[in-house]
């Protein structure tokens, strides 16, 4: 069965720090990794990864994919209380989105 | 060139009623996926359509739930004899193709059962 695991479930930092938030998966036919921002609302589109090694990068906000570890991580820099949010890792396997359960990021002035 | 719109946006049903979830997707998209999300839970993928064809419903449980994309008109989801499980935030998406594109979220439909 295919699964898509994020780690930490929740995280709560201060105002300017940086953090990682992790993403490891198993899916047959990988086609790509998508990550996604969730305010209370629609996921909104981040970046999407299919080649392993290289970094997306958008802002403060950059991302990086391991294929032979089958993982990816999501890097926030100089966080915002504007980057509380849950971050959603999905993984695009046999023509269908499979998503993690989400990362519960919660930036305290 | 409008989102994914997704109506309503809030819908309460008593338990045993039906529910009826439309998706209209982005212009020249016709890629539908349906998603549901639990309280705190990850989405949950319920079935993939293209116009006039279901080509996934590896996630939709196999009884009161079924989907449809028609040739006109938005994709519906349909859940008969609502029960208070089913309460839940229901994302659509679409893509214009079938795979190697972002999929677009729509709003959710949050479905109550009382």
Redesign the interface.
Known sequence: EDK?V?SPLSLVVHEGDTVTLNCSYEVTNF??L?W?KQEK?????LF?L?SSGIEKKSGRLSSILDKKELFSILNITATQTGDSAIY?C?V?G?????????TRLTINP | NAG?MQNPRHLVRRRGQEARLRCSPMKGHSHV?W?RQLPE?????MV?LQKENI??E??MPKERFSAEFPKEGPSILRIQQVVRGDSAAY?C?SSPL???????????TRLTVV
């Open positions: 898509v994020q086609r790509s998508l996604y609302k629609a996921p909104t589109f999407m299919t959603l999905a695009e046999a023509q269908k989105l499979v998503f993690g359960q989400g | 994914v996926y998603y839970e990850g989405l949950k993928f993939y080509i996934d590896s996630g994302f998406a079938a795979s190697g594109t972002e999929a677009f979220f729509g709003q959710g």
